[in-house]
Every structure is written in C-alpha cells, then in structure tokens.
C-alpha cells in the first residue's frame, strides 16, 4: 500500500498563487509516476497534471499548461503542484495520486492510490 498525504490547499484571490505538496510513503515503488487530478463542482474528475519519478517527465492539460508547474523532491518522496496565475474556474477539490509509470497518466482509473484531497478556491 501507498499512502499519500497532501497539503497546500486554501483561499486566494484570481491572478494569485497557491503550492500543493504531496508527500508519499509506504510500499512506494520505483518506476513510478505521481500526478493531480481535480474535481470541481458539478464536473467530472480531471486530470491536471504529472511526473515521471525516474525519468522526470512531465504532462499537463491543456487548461493548466504555462501557469501550473509539477515538481518532485527525491529526498523527501514529494511531488508538488505550484499553481500561478490562478482563475475561479481552478476551484475544486485536487488529489494527489499514484500509479505505475507503465499506465496511461491521464486516466484517473489507472491510479490505485489516490490521496484525501485538499480544496483549492479561487474567488473572482
């Protein structure tokens, strides 16, 4: 089993910035690939973005590409999400989730570990 923890979430105003951390631990494996989704209200769950741990390749959607970066700390088994340039349509719930780097990285059903989630708000 893998558990993951985020942090990070909060209230900010549009245009202002947030950083989301998500720490893992337990049975992690190597050849793996940690990402966020987010799910807002009245929206299905949508993939945001990911990173490759050995290799350090990244993805993004498209709604988030140029103001969201995903980065990782080896040392401390943590990916973080920092999120620019933020706009009310960013509101929603964002998981932390984890998956082997073998699987398809923009399919939520793909992950088997899936964090509690943190709220990120973005008032207009």
């Known amino acids: 089993q893998v558990q993951l923890v985020e942090s990070g979430g909060g209230l900010v105003q549009a245009g202002g910035s947030l950083k989301l951390s998500c720490a893992a631990s337990?049975?992690?494996?190597?050849?793996?690939?940690m990402a966020w989704f987010r799910h807002g209200p009245g929206q299905d769950r949508e993939f945001v973005a990911a990173?490759?741990?050995?290799?350090?390749?990244?993805y993004y959607s498209d709604s988030v590409k140029g103001r969201f970066t995903i980065s990782k700390d080896n040392a401390e088994n943590t990916v973080h999400l920092q999120m620019n340039m933020l706009k009310p349509e960013d509101t929603a719930v964002y998981y932390c989730?984890?998956?082997?780097?073998?699987?398809?990285?923009?399919?939520?059903?793909?992950?088997?570990?899936w964090g509690q989630g943190t709220q990120v708000t973005v008032s207009s």
């Open positions: 989730a984890y998956q082997s780097a073998l699987f398809p990285y923009p399919i939520s059903a793909a992950y088997p570990f």
């Open positions: 990173i490759d741990w050995m290799i350090s390749n990244t």
């Open positions: 337990g049975r992690t494996f190597s050849n793996n690939r």
